[in-house]
């Protein structure tokens, strides 16, 4: 996922840098990060971690707590 590719992410699901930190759980100022694809000059990856996050995330997975446990998911823009 390059940089382009996360803002169009954030954005195609509607969610400002602010929710979109706080469901990825992340500092606002990393979502910025990630969307310049740039830190200080240096260029800056998306952890796999947080590829797969947003692409939970997009199929609507708010929470995972482990197998045989109830999958936590977003309704209506809002964790459930």
Known sequence: MEANDFKKWR????LSQKDAAAYLGLKRRMIQYY???ERDGDKVTIPRAVRLAC???????????????KIHKI??????
């Open 11 to 14: 954005k195609s699901l509607g």
């Open 35 to 37: 969307e310049k694809g």
């Open 55 to 69: 692409y939970a995330i997009t199929e609507g997975v708010a929470d995972y707590n482990g197998p045989h446990r």
């Open 75 to 80: 309704e209506n823009g809002k964790d459930d």
